[in-house]
């Protein structure tokens, strides 16, 4: 069923021996398994032993990672795969029963799309919410949820799969913003390129986070979403009202930190860059 589908797993850590262990209990429990698991590991020094040895027992390869924030570890250790299809994750998911054999029967009903679940959260041990889909970049700049699971540029930063040809072709997600909505301006690109996302109904990943994942607001978080709004309204879905009400918002936003004078044809520059060519 799956031998031309290959399936590698780019997964992320950082700090987290323990969650990592339990991440990849869940992978190796798999009624499927994968081509290959990588894990990309971003974590101090004193604990970077701990979690390789962790990588070692489950039978993954284990690669240091970029040391430059998440958006660029999810790029290195997307490119150190070498399946067919990468499906992103995160030390801190447990994948439910079933959910690879899921996983790889969507790709082989459509190999040449990205694929996305939903998700159920946990914050601090206790449920959260749960996402049907995963979301896909709006005018604001911040997510919304998908009104077509078929044809969407919906991005689930630690639940996607894309096809290999993407990374292959030279696309990369933004690593300018170590937090934020980059991962969402990702998929908006990816399909101005051709490439739509689709969704896995009913398959979701177990998300449990920290209390601070919901509850941070760091700066690179507006600077992000600031962009991701430049690129939606100005190249992505025209729209130069919103172009100039989210230009506005986040501009005073940020305006104790930066020289908006400066700062905005900067940002302007970068965005031309990305999206002016398409």
């Not at 801190?92 to 679940?117: F, G, N, R, V, Y």
Request: aromatic content about 12%; charged content about 20%; proline content about 4%.
């Amino acid at each position: 069923m799956t031998s031309k589908i290959r399936l590698s797993i780019a997964l992320l850590t950082r700090n987290r021996p323990e969650s990592l262990n339990e991440c990849l209990e869940s992978v190796r429990s798999q009624s499927v398994q994968p081509f290959e698991v990588v894990v990309s590991d971003n974590s101090d020094p004193d604990l970077a032993t701990d979690t390789k040895a962790v990588a070692d027992r489950w039978d993954c390869r284990y690669i240091t990672g970029s040391l430059r924030g998440l958006c660029s570890n999810r790029n290195h250790a997307a490119v150190a795969c070498q399946g067919t299809h990468i499906r992103t994750m995160d030390d801190d998911h447990i994948l439910p029963p079933d959910h690879l054999k899921k996983c790889l029967e969507a790709i082989q009903s459509d190999p040449h799309s990205i694929w996305t679940t939903g998700e159920i959260g946990y914050i601090e041990g206790e449920f959260y919410n749960q996402a049907e889909t995963a979301n896909q970049l709006s005018p604001s700049g911040v997510g919304i949820g998908i009104t077509n699971p078929n044809d969407n540029w919906g991005i689930a930063d630690g639940s996607t799969i894309y096809p290999r040809t993407i990374y292959d072709q030279g696309f990369r997600m933004l690593e300018d913003y170590e937090y934020g909505e980059s991962s969402l301006e990702f998929g908006a690109y990816l399909y101005a390129n051709g490439f739509r996302s689709r969704c896995i109904l009913g398959v979701y990943v177990e998300h449990y986070a920290e209390a601070a994942t919901i509850t941070r607001r760091p700066l690179s978080m507006y600077e992000s979403r600031l962009y991701s709004s430049i690129c939606y309204n100005l190249y992505f879905q025209k729209n130069y009202a919103l172009f100039l009400r989210y230009l506005g918002s986040y501009s005073w936003r940020l305006r104790q930190h930066k020289n908006i004078l400066t700062y905005l044809p900067q940002m302007l520059n970068k965005v031309y860059n990305r999206w002016g060519n398409i």
